[in-house]
């Protein structure tokens, strides 16, 4: 008696979005199967995890090539149609033997997923059950607020890959529409939407439901690595057709400075998501008000970073109208961030009450991941000169070293600050010795998280950049075989 193939959809990311029979089924398989580029990740895996038990027999479907050319006889579709084959007889063989074989697919199987290849090679020759999953699609409409469709409205999916002119009709004729498999496709697609004349009404959702999870305008979206995990999204006409009234809000605005921590939900405090869910206007700069969930009764006020005195004064007069007001900071609002800036501004506004609400900072994030090199005594400094003369960095930075303090570098180097950093490691040479330790730590808490320890004397200024934190080691500050970093709590 042969196995069985089921083909289980794993909804669009998050792991609570994966149903109640495909959790089941992935328990009891006896295999797990699973696509991957030739990196070896497979994003259906780390959904399915949870629900995986000890001992089973996995099978990773290694793609052998994804967009690049090949020499294959056959040309591309030929080396996919060999590649298919194989994996088919693969799981052929596991269920010939009697096992239970799963294939993951993220979204639904037979919604441009991986598994349809499978499918179609084996459905005629064993017992086989679908089992469908939450799409990207109905994810980005989720996480948006926006309905797809309404009544008689029509709905348009489509690839990002078709070409530039029918993607443009497409768009021009239809009510609501997906576009998928954006990726290097990006430019293309808002050049079609634009040629449609719908760029406007298009919202970027990437990663729906992922700790990873973007939202934003897409006409705001810098094509520059634009992940393939990412559709574009028109919703439906009849959202923008009624639009709410405010309530009065007249006598009860304030101002809230909300720190959002380093990255994703899984960083914010339950205070911070109290105050980003009463407020009626989202102040700040753009990629961090792109990092709140979209509110259809919120107005979302996005600017540019280097005007934090305008965004202050903007949010406190929206407040003396009676708007609730969250201006938003990444990491803690009060450390190199806009509670100073707000409250600066807050002397010329004493009717606008303002509160600060604070966010796990870098220095700690980038810290927790190491061990505990902020065990001790240390100081906070940013090397930016941009509103403080080099002068002082340079005054500040010799201070805190003399002083054997563990330093936290915020701001560290940008595009056009690229000498300082090298300028600050031999100021701290000066009195701290080659062997000391560096914590780099980028993007803590995103998907491209990376941290690595290495010694003053081997730093590299030039593997460093604006979203990097360093902590600069203290003489007591110690690195375990372990690779562990810690300052101890005594002081010899």
């Given at each position: 008696m042969t196995g069985r193939l089921y083909g289980v959809g794993l909804g669009p990311g998050d792991p609570e979005l994966v149903t109640v029979k495909t959790a089941r089924l992935i328990g009891e398989a006896d295999v797990i199967a699973y696509h991957a580029a030739r990196h070896g990740r497979s994003i259906a895996r780390s959904i399915a995890l949870?629900?995986?038990?000890?001992?089973?027999?996995?099978?990773?479907?290694?793609?052998?090539?994804?967009?690049?050319?090949?020499?294959?006889?056959?040309g591309y579709q030929g080396a996919l149609?060999?590649?298919?084959?194989?994996?088919?007889?693969?799981?052929?063989?596991?269920?010939?033997?009697?096992?239970?074989?799963?294939?993951?697919?993220?979204?639904?199987?037979?919604?441009?997923?991986?598994?349809?290849?499978?499918?179609?090679?084996?459905?005629?020759?064993?017992?086989?059950?679908?089992?469908?999953?939450?799409?990207?699609?109905?994810?980005?409409?989720?996480?948006?607020?926006?309905?797809?469709?309404?009544?008689?409205?029509?709905?348009?999916?489509?690839?990002?890959?078709?070409?530039?002119?029918?993607?443009?009709?497409?768009?021009?004729?239809?009510?609501?529409?997906?576009?998928?498999?954006?990726?290097?496709?990006?430019?293309?697609v808002r050049d079609a939407l634009a040629e449609a004349g719908r760029l406007d009404e298009a919202w970027y959702v990437e990663r729906a439901t992922m700790d990873a999870e973007r939202v934003a305008p897409l006409k705001d979206v810098d094509a520059d690595g634009v992940p393939y995990f990412s559709l574009a999204l028109l919703a439906s006409p009849a959202e923008r057709t009624f639009v709410p009234e405010p309530a009065a809000?007249?006598?009860?605005?304030?101002?809230?400075?909300?720190?959002?921590?380093?990255?994703?939900?899984?960083w914010l405090t339950p205070e911070a998501q109290e105050a980003l869910a009463v407020a009626t206007d989202l102040v700040g700069y753009g990629p961090y008000v792109d990092r709140v969930a979209p509110n259809p009764r919120q107005r979302r006020h996005r600017t540019d970073n280097r005007v934090e005195a305008e965004r202050a004064r903007h949010a406190?007069?929206?407040?003396?109208?009676?708007?609730?007001?969250?201006?938003?900071?990444?990491?803690?609002?009060?450390?190199?961030?806009?509670?100073?800036?707000?409250?600066?501004?807050?002397?010329?506004?004493?009717?606008?009450?303002?509160?600060?609400?604070p966010g796990l900072t870098a220095a700690q994030a980038v810290a927790s991941r190491v061990g505990a090199p902020l065990g001790h005594d240390y100081c906070v400094l940013s090397l930016s000169d941009l509103l403080k003369p080099w002068e002082v960095v340079?005054?500040?930075?010799?201070?805190?070293?003399?002083?054997?303090?563990v330093l936290a570098i915020y701001n560290p180097a940008s595009r056009s600050r690229t000498w300082q950093l090298g300028a600050a490691r031999d100021l701290l040479l000066e009195h701290r010795d080659t062997a000391t330790p560096v914590v780099i730590g980028r993007n803590v808490g995103g998907e491209q998280e990376s941290v690595a320890v290495t010694t003053l004397g081997e730093f590299d200024p030039s593997q460093v950049d604006m979203r990097c934190l360093l902590i600069i080691g203290s003489s007591t500050t110690r690195v375990?075989?372990?690779?562990?970093?810690?300052t101890p709590r005594r002081y010899p």
């Open positions: 949870p629900y995986m038990k000890e001992g089973q027999i996995e099978e990773l479907l290694l793609y052998p090539l994804t967009t690049e050319t090949t020499d294959h006889p056959g149609d060999d590649f298919y084959a194989d994996c088919a007889e693969r799981l052929a063989a596991h269920l010939e033997a009697g096992r239970t074989v799963v294939v993951l697919a993220e979204g639904d199987p037979l919604f441009y997923g991986s598994y349809m290849h499978m499918h179609k090679r084996l459905a005629h020759r064993y017992p086989t059950e679908v089992v469908p999953g939450v799409t990207s699609v109905s994810a980005a409409s989720a996480v948006l607020g926006r309905p797809l469709v309404e009544r008689d409205e029509v709905l348009t999916v489509l690839p990002g890959t078709l070409p530039a002119g029918e993607l443009a009709e497409r768009l021009r004729g239809t009510d609501s529409a997906a576009v998928l498999k954006l990726g290097r496709t990006f430019t293309k809000t007249e006598g009860r605005g304030e101002v809230t400075v909300v720190g959002l921590g380093p990255a994703g939900r899984a406190l007069e929206l407040a003396r109208e009676g708007a609730r007001v969250a201006v938003v900071s990444s990491g803690d609002p009060g450390v190199f961030a806009m509670a100073s800036a707000v409250l600066e501004a807050a002397g010329d506004f004493p009717d606008v009450p303002v509160r600060v609400v340079a005054e500040r930075l010799s201070a805190a070293a003399r002083a054997d303090l375990t075989d372990r690779g562990v970093v810690y």
